[in-house]
């Protein structure tokens, strides 16, 4: 098996993962101000939703526009968000948005967002093209819907 994300019933998923996927949309709607009233309102520790938030994700009903969200640390050197830039076209990914921090101790945190309903072969296969660029410390896929 290539993939290491599946797609499977929530019918047989342990009950903390489908009340983690509940906290995460009491957040997102605004019914929950934050992680402890989610929690709460669920009935989850509070640890529980920190453990699997961001291993969870739910499908969105409307699949003409997958999104995801990646986030990279980069060397500080000239060109490397270029070349990330770069493959991420090559591949057919539409860039959203692009939050890059001041590096620290020669590192710049980047996170991206993406359209990824045209990409060219699997998101993990991405993922491990861009990590693979010479200047990119690190890749983790943090959201996909």
Do not use: W
């Not at 993406?114 to 983790?140: A, P």
């Amino acid at each position: 098996m290539k993939s290491k994300y599946l797609l499977v019933d929530k019918e047989i998923l342990p009950e903390c993962y489908l009340k983690v996927m509940e906290a995460k949309e009491l957040l997102l709607s605004g019914k929950a101000k934050d992680i402890t009233e989610a929690s709460k309102i669920i009935g989850i520790a509070r640890s529980t939703y920190y453990k699997y938030k961001d291993y969870v994700f739910s499908p969105n009903a409307d699949t003409e526009c997958r999104k995801a969200v990646i986030s990279f640390s980069l060397y500080h050197k000239s060109g490397i968000l270029s070349e990330v830039l770069n493959k991420l076209s090559e591949r057919g990914v539409n860039i959203l948005t692009i939050t890059q921090n001041l590096p620290v101790n020669q590192r710049a945190n980047v996170v991206i967002s993406m359209d990824v309903s045209h990409v060219v072969g699997d998101i993990n296969t991405l993922l491990d093209e861009l990590g693979s660029i010479d200047g990119v410390s690190s890749t983790k896929l943090l959201a996909i819907e």
